[in-house]
C-alpha cells in the first residue's frame, strides 16, 4: 500500500442512523451560528438569521434534549465499565465522568431547546420574511434596519442573551459528538478503480480522512451494517480519476 500523504488532509463523514444525521445538521448550524454572531452588516445579519431560524426548524421536529440525556448516560455507562479494565487511566476516566455529570445536570435544567430564540420578535419577524425571495430587503424589514445600527453593545448584549439560551444544547452535542468520534481508530485503506466497500457491525458514523491532492471527494453511502464509498474528481467530465487512492477510515 503507497504511503498516505499527511498534509491538506480534508475529513468527510457520513452518519448511519437519522440521529446522528439530525446531530451533525443541528452541529454545522450551532457552528454557523457562533461564527456569524460578530453581526456587523446587512448582509452578516440575515445570514446569521438564517441559520437560527434553520436551527429552530431542526429544534421543532424531534425530542433532541431526550435523545441527547439518553446518550450522555451511554457514554457515561461505557466509561464506567471502562475504568474496570486492567490498566485503565482512572483519572482521565473520573475526569470525563465528572464532565457528563455536569453537562447532563445542564442540560436537564435548560429551559426548552429554542425557546427564548422562537418567542424574540426581532428573529420573529425575520424568520416570516426568509421564505421569501429577496424578502430581507430593506423595505421590508424597516425595524430590522433600524436595530442593525444601534450601537454595537447593545446589539451584542442581545445577541450574547440568545447565544446563551443555546449553549447546554452546544455544550451537550459537542461532548456526545467528540465522544462518539473517538470511538474509532483511523486506518489505511486503499480504493482500486474508485470503489471501497466494506461491513460495520453496531457503528454510528463512518470518518474518511482524504487528501485534496487529486481533486478527489468519496460519495458515500450506507446503512446499519454495510457501506460503500465511490470515489469521483470534482471535474466529472474530464477529471483522471487515480487507479488506487489510499485514504483513512474510521468507523465510530
Not at 152 to 157: A, H, V
Request: proline share 3%; with cysteine.
Amino acid at each position: 500500500m503507497g504511503e498516505l500523504i499527511t498534509t491538506n488532509l480534508i475529513t468527510y463523514e457520513y452518519p448511519m442512523n437519522e440521529k446522528i444525521r439530525s446531530w451533525l445538521r443541528l452541529e454545522t448550524l450551532l457552528s454557523q451560528i457562533y461564527e456569524l454572531s460578530n453581526i456587523t452588516s446587512y448582509s452578516t445579519g440575515i445570514a446569521f438569521f438564517r441559520s437560527v431560524s434553520e436551527l429552530i426548524e431542526i429544534l421543532d421536529r424531534g425530542e433532541v434534549r431526550s435523545e441527547l440525556i439518553k446518550e450522555l448516560e451511554k457514554q457515561r455507562t461505557r466509561l464506567s465499565n471502562w475504568a474496570e479494565a486492567p490498566n485503565a487511566d482512572n483519572q482521565l476516566i473520573s475526569t470525563l465522568l465528572k464532565q457528563l455529570s455536569e453537562t447532563t445536570s445542564h442540560l436537564m435544567s435548560a429551559a426548552r431547546f429554542g425557546h427564548h430564540l422562537r418567542t424574540d420578535k426581532i428573529i420573529s419577524m425575520v424568520r416570516q420574511r426568509l421564505s421569501i425571495p429577496g424578502g430581507c430587503c430593506s423595505f421590508d424589514l424597516p425595524t430590522l434596519q433600524l436595530w442593525l445600527n444601534i450601537p454595537q453593545t447593545e446589539r451584542d448584549k442581545v445577541i450574547s442573551g440568545w447565544l446563551q439560551s443555546l449553549d447546554p444544547l452546544n455544550d451537550a452535542l459537542q461532548t456526545v459528538l467528540t465522544l462518539i468520534r473517538q470511538n474509532g481508530i483511523f486506518e489505511q485503506k486503499e480504493s482500486h478503480n474508485g470503489f471501497y466497500q466494506d461491513n460495520v457491525e453496531g457503528k454510528e458514523l463512518l470518518r474518511i480522512k482524504l487528501t485534496a491532492e487529486h481533486l478527489v471527494y468519496p460519495q458515500i453511502s450506507g446503512h446499519k451494517t454495510r457501506f460503500a464509498l465511490r470515489f469521483l474528481h470534482i471535474d466529472s467530465e474530464t477529471g483522471i480519476l487515480p487507479d488506487i487512492i489510499n485514504f483513512e477510515l474510521s468507523c465510530c
